[in-house]
């Protein structure tokens, strides 16, 4: 029963030491240079909704 443990020890372990590996070669390849990377979406999409929070979007009334 030790030795299934120890085996499927090392498996994980070799699975795990593997994985960045297989990523960095099989992985999504770098977008090309004109398209927008993920980061500077996801800056721009908390940039417009930080604008849009700070500007009011109804006008007191003078009731």
């Known amino acids: 029963m030790g030795g299934i443990i120890l085996v499927l020890l090392l498996a994980i372990l070799i ?3 593997i994985t960045p590996a297989i990523r960095a070669r099989y992985g999504r390849p770098p977008p090309p240079e004109g398209e927008e990377t993920s980061h500077e979406v996801v800056v721009r999409r908390l ?3 930080r ?4 500007t009011p979007r109804d006008e ?3 009731t």
Do not use: E, I
């Open 60 to 62: 007191p009334r003078d």
């Open 15 to 17: 699975v795990v030491l």
């Open 47 to 49: 940039d417009d909704h």
């Open 51 to 54: 604008a849009r929070r700070n």
